[in-house]
């Protein structure tokens, strides 16, 4: 009975237990617990899949931390290699997470839009979704109810919009990091409440395509110590209440339009140990309470207008380590007190005015390791206790007026890494010491006076690239012994004799091991010089060569068989030297050939047919030969071909020209036998218009060429005629002309901005009479020249063909021409600095441009993977800021009229210069504007055909091809044809057309510029004048635009870019990497 009654107790009890435990089942299931909720949600997430499967130890998973509850209060996966997020950014329920402080998905490849349910983490205190480029969209207004947050790094991501305003209702903000995004530069300004954030220390909106002013309310921020501001659009001035900041220790301003002077009171900021004010538009002097600065460690005012001199009191700022006050107007002398700031690592006072003696004391500077005083006016010798500079890796003292020798202290720098000591009257020997700079990679020593051989030492650094020593006096060989890793040897104009065998010396390679010691050679000149005896055939060897240049010299023999195993090769000129034998046929093999000049040897035999399979040349010059029998009818399918010349041969048949419709220059005179005069012959495709008539062949022709009776007198009559007439009568009626009196025989050589008048004979001996060593180039109204004056300048002579008479009246007219272009005054024209008339000849001096032309460089393999995304944008907005001058800053407009990738020189730093005005026309509005048509073909504008009339609007459809060429890195032949067909373009890629020798951008600002670019490239090649945009519209464009796409720059079609769905001054969307 007991144990009955016991066991229906117990029975009464379980099934309570039941019963209860079934309740909380029931309640747990409508309403989960934190804790629960924290579960579900991360594994629902995806991101922990590898955990998973035992979510009751989710505090211990990787990026987790719990508080003593056992509830997440961070998530830091930004170093947890073992979690994969990818594209399930979105699926991670943020609002599961009440406790959470601080998140951080830095770094993740996340995409997508930010969730707005990170919002709801209303304990968050630290935040950072930065370095995620795939992250798109606009901040998300939600995540102003932060209150709590503390920092915000949303920096490097694709973000578009506007920086939110409600963002500075975060008062207890102390870092705020949103640079590097894609912000909308249309509508994006600082906003004036920023001194809300009165707690701010850290601001970095660097890249967010900030416009307008800096808000005089920034100085209200009193706590702040980092601010960057840099990469934007800013303009106005520095705010003098940027003074109240005195905590600041970084400010970066760099990369903007701020003009003016720098405000006083920034001279203020004690604590200041960093200051960038680099690439803007400042001005003025560095004045002396710059040594209140006192903490500074980095200054940085590069690339601005600042005038005066040094300061002494910047001798007084003991902690600077760098020192940047380069490619500015600063003159004077180097203050010698700069020896006294022992912490210094770089000093860069380079493309200044500076002049006088480098000073002995910078040997003091034991800690430098870069030392920058290039282009300046430096004289006197280097000092030699430069040897004391032990730490240094890169010495640059290049285009200066330095005299003396190469001291040999210079053997103690032995980390040195670069040498640069160029275009300067250096005298005396190389110093063999030289050999002794085990790191060096790069040697620049030409262009001075350098004479005696060149040290076998040399030879044995084994680091080195670059090798140049041409322009001096040297002789010897070139000793490549164990400098394997030589990319470029230059050694070409020097007056002695060079060896030609790179290998000279080297006893231990044999022929057939001469792969291995110079495998990464890509540029070989050694022309003018006197070397002799064979081109050794192991030159075939060196698999990675784009340019060979053994021309003007005494070589002999045949060109070896071998040549036909450099692939790479684009550039091949063994022009004026002695060689014989036919022309291999192995030529064939060189399928990136470019030019290819053979001219003034002695070879015979045949032209081999197969040179027509070498689509790339543009530039073939076979004249002054032996050659015989018929001109290959293949030659005629070379359709990049720009310049033929076949002259002085025994070629017979007909100038076949079937797919070569870029010819500018043809030259088949002085050949023995009969040539067909038609060099449109088989080619039924050109246009009436284009060409002129046919010219019969008559029976007894003469040897004169046939380009010469028909073209040159038309050339030459309509340019000078047209240009005398429009330019004598502009400065007729001046009421300032120019007064010029005659001079006998029109002797007369003027220079500005140098020695005034310079005698005839002084250009002569300069040039060695016009010696083809000195030849830098030949175009179709001249030859241009290098000449080093005697003043040391070197400039660009550009003799032109004298065809006119000895006519007083002419020389007036002419001195008249020139003073006006010598007038022009814009950054981006090559500077015409004076001419030079005389009874032999008469000739224009420019400028020199160190790099050559734009077209020569986009075909150089190395001088094109230098010349990267940013440099292309810049020198296609130098090219339209030139254009926009001569077009509306000039009185009459000037039309350029042959804008071409050959017209655009680029100098040391790539910036460019837009020259060769032959062409150039005044736009008088008063009289007639019809033309011959001239200019390149490829680049002339299609309407010049019909109408016959030069406008602003040629010159815009030139400049649309140049800037394809520059973003294609090659004339965009085929892509210009199927513009006429717009619907062919739906499946190109821009990323397709894209120079593939360089990467793909992956800043988002970079790639942006380059949508940007395209877009307006294809609006100035509008078939219809009036609807292109005219250049100042381009111009404006660069200044205020901003043209982009809400989807990644991989997926922009070409076609959307003609349709310009992103209309210029339209609508902005952002662009993703």
């Given at each position: 009975m007991a144990s009955s009654s016991t066991f229906s107790i117990l029975l009464g009890i379980l099934q309570a237990t039941i019963l209860l435990i079934s309740v909380a089942r029931t309640v747990t299931m409508a309403d989960p617990s934190p804790l629960a909720s924290e579960a579900v949600a991360m594994v629902e997430s995806g991101w922990w899949s590898n955990y998973s499967n035992n979510a009751s130890e989710r505090c211990q998973w990787p990026g987790i931390l719990c508080n003593t509850a056992g509830s997440i209060i961070q998530i830091d996966i930004s170093d947890a290699s073992n979690i994969e997020v990818g594209d399930r950014f979105g699926k991670l329920n943020f609002s599961s997470f009440p406790n959470l402080v601080l998140l951080d998905l830095s770094d993740r490849q996340l995409g997508g839009n930010i969730p707005h349910q990170i919002g709801n983490l209303t304990q968050l205190e630290y935040l950072d979704i930065s370095y995620n480029d795939k992250i798109n969209g606009s901040i998300p207004q939600q995540l102003g109810n932060l209150v709590n947050l503390v920092t915000l790094n949303l920096s490097a991501n694709s973000l578009g919009g506007n920086i939110p305003p409600f963002l500075w209702l975060l008062t207890n903000l102390r870092h705020l990091i949103l640079d590097r995004n894609q912000f909308d530069?249309?509508?994006?300004?600082?906003?004036?409440?920023?001194?809300?954030?009165?707690?701010?220390?850290?601001?970095?909106?660097?890249?967010?395509?900030?416009?307008?002013?800096?808000?005089?309310?920034?100085?209200?921020?009193?706590?702040?110590?980092?601010?960057?501001?840099?990469?934007?659009?800013?303009?106005?001035?520095i705010p003098s209440e940027v003074g109240f900041l005195s905590n600041l220790t970084?400010?970066?301003?760099?990369?903007?339009?701020l003009g003016g002077s720098i405000p006083f009171s920034l001279?203020?900021?004690?604590?200041?140990?960093?200051?960038?004010?680099?690439?803007?538009?400042?001005?003025?002097?560095?004045?002396?309470?710059?040594?209140?600065?006192?903490?500074?460690?980095?200054?940085?005012?590069?690339?601005?207008?600042?005038?005066?001199?040094?300061?002494?009191?910047?001798?007084?700022?003991?902690?600077?380590?760098?020192?940047?006050?380069d490619k500015n107007q600063i003159s004077g002398s180097i203050p010698s007190c700069l020896g006294k700031l022992f912490n210094l690592r770089t000093?860069?006072?380079?493309?200044?005015?500076?002049?006088?003696?480098?000073?002995?004391?910078?040997?003091?500077?034991?800690?430098?390791?870069?030392?920058?005083?290039?282009?300046?006016?430096?004289?006197?010798?280097?000092?030699?206790?430069?040897?004391?500079?032990?730490?240094?890796?890169?010495?640059?003292?290049?285009?200066?007026?330095?005299i003396g020798s190469i001291p040999i202290e210079i053997e103690n720098l032995a980390n040195l890494t670069s040498l640069s000591l160029s275009q300067n009257k250096l005298s005396g020997s190389i110093p063999s010491c030289i050999g002794n700079l085990s790191n060096l990679y790069n040697l620049e020593l030409d262009s001075n006076l350098l004479k005696g051989p060149i040290p076998e030492e040399i030879g044995r650094l084994f680091q080195l690239s670059n090798l140049n020593l041409s322009f001096n006096e040297l002789s010897g060989s070139v000793p490549i012994l164990s400098a394997t890793k030589l990319r470029i040897i230059d050694a070409g104009n020097n007056c002695n004799k060079i060896s030609p065998d790179p290998f000279d010396g080297n006893s231990r390679l044999s022929p057939y091991m001469c792969p291995s010691p110079l495998f990464n050679l890509r540029t070989l000149y050694l022309d003018s010089n006197l070397l002799e005896g064979l081109i050794p055939k192991e030159i075939g060897n060196l698999a990675n060569l784009t340019s060979l240049r053994l021309s003007q010299n005494k070589l002999s023999g045949s060109i070896p068989f071998l040549i036909g195993n450099l692939e790479a090769l684009r550039f091949l000129?063994?022009?004026?030297?002695?060689?014989?034998?036919?022309?291999?046929?192995?030529?064939?093999?060189?399928?990136?050939?470019?030019?290819?000049?053979?001219?003034?040897?002695?070879?015979?035999?045949?032209?081999?047919?197969?040179?027509?399979?070498?689509?790339?040349?543009?530039?073939?010059?076979?004249?002054?030969?032996?050659?015989?029998?018929?001109?290959?009818?293949?030659?005629?399918?070379?359709?990049?071909?720009s310049n033929l010349n076949l002259s002085f041969n025994e070629l017979s048949g007909s100038v076949p020209i079937l797919s070569a419709t870029k010819l500018r220059i043809i030259d088949a005179g002085n050949n023995c036998n009969k040539i067909s005069p038609d060099p449109f012959d088989g080619n039924s495709r050109l246009s009436p218009y284009m060409c002129p008539s046919p010219v019969t062949n008559k029976a007894n022709s003469s040897?004169?060429?046939?380009?010469?009776?028909?073209?040159?007198?038309?050339?030459?009559?309509?340019?000078?005629?047209?240009?005398?007439?429009?330019?004598?009568?502009?400065?007729?009626?001046?009421?300032?002309?120019?007064?010029?009196?005659?001079?006998?025989?029109?002797?007369?050589?003027?220079?500005?901005?140098?020695?005034?008048?310079?005698?005839?004979?002084?250009?002569?001996?300069?040039?060695?009479?016009?010696?083809?060593?000195?030849?830098?180039?030949?175009?179709?109204?001249?030859?241009?020249?290098?000449?080093?004056?005697?003043?040391?300048?070197?400039?660009?002579?550009?003799?032109?063909?004298?065809?006119?008479?000895?006519?007083?009246?002419?020389?007036?007219?002419?001195?008249?021409?020139?003073?006006?272009?010598?007038?022009?005054?814009?950054?981006?024209?090559?500077?015409?600095?004076?001419?030079?008339?005389?009874?032999?000849?008469?000739?224009?001096?420019?400028?020199?441009?160190?790099?050559?032309?734009?077209?020569?460089?986009?075909?150089?393999?190395?001088?094109?993977?230098?010349?990267?995304?940013?440099?292309?944008?810049?020198?296609?907005?130098?090219?339209?800021?030139?254009?926009?001058?001569?077009?509306?800053?000039?009185?009459?407009?000037?039309?350029?009229?042959?804008?071409?990738?050959?017209?655009?020189?680029?100098?040391?730093?790539?910036e460019a210069f837009v020259a060769d005005f032959g062409t150039a026309k005044m736009l008088d509005l008063e009289s007639s504007n019809r033309t011959i048509i001239v200019g390149t073909c490829g680049y002339v504008a299609p309407e010049l055909a019909y109408t016959m009339v030069v406008?602003?609007?040629?010159?815009?459809?030139?400049?649309?091809?140049?800037?394809?060429?520059?973003?294609?890195?090659?004339?965009?032949?085929?892509?210009l044809s199927w513009l006429s067909s717009?619907?062919?373009?739906?499946?190109?890629?821009?990323?397709?057309?894209?120079?593939?020798?360089?990467?793909?951008?992956?800043?988002?600002?970079?790639?942006?510029?380059?949508?940007?670019?395209?877009?307006?490239?294809?609006?100035?090649?509008?078939?219809?004048?009036?609807?292109?945009?005219?250049?100042?519209?381009?111009?404006?464009?660069?200044?205020?635009?901003?043209?982009?796409?809400?989807?990644?720059?991989?997926?922009?079609?070409?076609?959307?870019?003609?349709?310009?769905?992103?209309?210029?001054?339209?609508?902005?969307?952002?662009?993703?990497?």
């Open positions: 530069d249309s509508i994006n300004t600082i906003p004036q409440n920023l001194w809300n954030l009165r707690r701010l220390e850290t601001l970095s909106l660097s890249s967010c395509g900030i416009v307008g002013p800096i808000p005089s309310a920034l100085g209200q921020l009193l706590n702040l110590k980092y601010l960057d501001l840099s990469e934007n659009k800013i303009n106005g001035s970084l400010l970066h301003l760099y990369n903007n339009k001279y203020q900021l004690t604590n200041l140990e960093t200051l960038y004010l680099d690439s803007n538009q400042l001005k003025g002097s560095i004045p002396q309470n710059i040594e209140k600065l006192k903490n500074i460690n980095f200054l940085s005012i590069t690339n601005n207008s600042f005038t005066g001199h040094i300061p002494l009191a910047l001798c007084r700022l003991s902690k600077l380590e760098s020192i940047y006050l000093l860069y006072l380079d493309s200044n005015l500076l002049e006088g003696l480098i000073p002995k004391e910078i040997g003091n500077l034991a800690n430098l390791t870069s030392l920058r005083l290039s282009q300046n006016k430096l004289s006197g010798s280097i000092p030699f206790l430069i040897g004391n500079l032990e730490a240094l890796r890169f010495l640059d003292l290049t285009k200066n007026r330095l000129d063994l022009t004026k030297n002695r060689l014989i034998g036919s022309i291999p046929i192995e030529i064939e093999n060189l399928a990136n050939l470019t030019s290819l000049s053979l001219s003034q040897n002695k070879l015979s035999g045949s032209i081999p047919s197969c040179i027509g399979n070498l689509s790339n040349l543009y530039n073939l010059e076979l004249d002054s030969n032996l050659l015989k029998g018929p001109i290959p009818e293949e030659i005629g399918r070379l359709f990049q071909l040897t004169i060429p046939y380009y010469i009776k028909i073209f040159l007198p038309i050339a030459i009559f309509s340019t000078f005629s047209i240009l005398g007439y429009f330019l004598f009568s502009r400065f007729k009626l001046k009421n300032n002309s120019v007064s010029v009196q005659p001079t006998k025989n029109g002797d007369l050589c003027s220079i500005w901005n140098y020695d005034g008048k310079i005698a005839y004979e002084d250009i002569v001996a300069a040039t060695e009479d016009f010696d083809f060593r000195y030849c830098i180039g030949v175009g179709g109204y001249g030859s241009v020249y290098r000449a080093q004056l005697p003043c040391g300048k070197v400039v660009a002579l550009k003799k032109l063909h004298r065809l006119e008479a000895e006519n007083p009246a002419f020389d007036k007219s002419f001195k008249n021409e020139i003073k006006f272009l010598t007038e022009i005054r814009h950054r981006s024209i090559v500077k015409l600095h004076g001419y030079c008339l005389h009874r032999r000849s008469m000739f224009l001096i420019y400028e020199y441009m160190e790099k050559g032309s734009l077209f020569c460089n986009l075909r150089d393999e190395v001088e094109a993977v230098e010349m990267d995304w940013t440099k292309r944008v810049e020198i296609i907005k130098g090219i339209a800021h030139a254009l926009s001058y001569l077009h509306n800053d000039c009185s009459p407009p000037i039309v350029h009229r042959d804008i071409s990738s050959n017209n655009v020189l680029l100098n040391s730093s790539f406008t602003e609007k040629c010159d815009v459809y030139s400049f649309g091809v140049v800037t394809l060429e520059t973003l294609m890195g090659k004339h965009p032949e085929e892509l717009p619907t062919s373009l739906v499946n190109m890629r821009l990323i397709d057309v894209l120079d593939n020798r360089l990467p793909l951008p992956t800043i988002p600002l970079v790639a942006q510029n380059l949508v940007r670019i395209a877009t307006l490239a294809f609006a100035c090649l509008n078939p219809q004048p009036k609807s292109r945009p005219t250049i100042k519209e381009v111009c404006e464009e660069f200044l205020h635009g901003q043209t982009s796409l809400g989807i990644p720059l991989r997926m922009i079609s070409l076609l959307q870019l003609v349709n310009r769905e992103m209309h210029i001054g339209g609508r902005t969307e952002t662009c993703n990497v």
